[in-house]
């Protein structure tokens, strides 16, 4: 009798490299909200109620703040193939890690070219547009799953939460004009930074949980 040649599909599971990127996306959201708060420390020429994100990547520190979008574009591109990883075999998945890796390209180009730049505008709404898309297509492609559906409704959350932040950011730097960077911080530094470690960990945790392969059964 020939051995059953047993895939992840069939197993349950999760390659060690999600662990890896996981924990990746633990700490690059981390660092992303220290780079930010450490700027708004020591660049206290602008006022965090009334300036935008991208105004902290000008200056003698512009470097800092450039590798900070830079290092959280790279955590969500990384969370991105971690997912399509996790979820091998799962109709969605896919969709999953191309929304991640153009949110993550959007991320640095936001970082990379100055605030007043077609491209940082570009890649801020692709970075905006993209989170708020995931949000939607990973409670679809979670709700599919049994590890991951508990997930769904709190996906929805954020991708309301994303757009709900981001529109008020908009409205209110137009037609109020000071205050607006408190609600573009709300989203910045905790709705998106604390969502992708929070993803980070559950993927940590569903790599270092996988059952181990078992021994193929010898021909009889």
Known sequence: ??????????????????????LAG?????????????????RDDLDPCCSAMGDYAAGDL????????????????GVGI?????????????????????????LVFAGVFP??????????????????????AAALTFARTPTWHRLATAQVIFAVSV?????????WGAQVGEGFGWWERAL????MPCWLAHLGWTLNRAASKTPQRPSPSPSV
Do not use: N
Request: hydrophobic letters at 60%; zero cysteines.
């Open 163 to 171: 757009l709900s932040l981001g529109l008020a950011a908009m409205v």
């Open 115 to 136: 605030v007043g730049d077609t491209m940082h505008t570009a890649g801020g709404v692709v970075a905006w547009a993209g989170l708020v898309a995931f949000g939607i």
């Open 82 to 106: 971690a997912l399509r990883r996790a979820l091998h075999g799962v109709a969605g998945a896919r969709v999953l890690r191309t929304i991640l890796l153009a949110v993550g390209t959007g």
């Open 62 to 77: 512009e470097w800092l703040m450039q590798a900070g979008f830079a290092i959280v574009g790279f955590g969500w591109m």
């Open 1 to 22: 009798m020939e051995a059953t040649t047993l895939s992840p599909r069939t197993t349950g599971r999760v390659p060690l490299s999600v662990a890896a990127l996981g």
């Open 188 to 191: 910045a530094v905790l709705v």
């Open 26 to 42: 633990m700490y690059t959201g981390t660092i992303w909200v220290a780079v930010v708060l450490t700027l708004h420390v020591v």
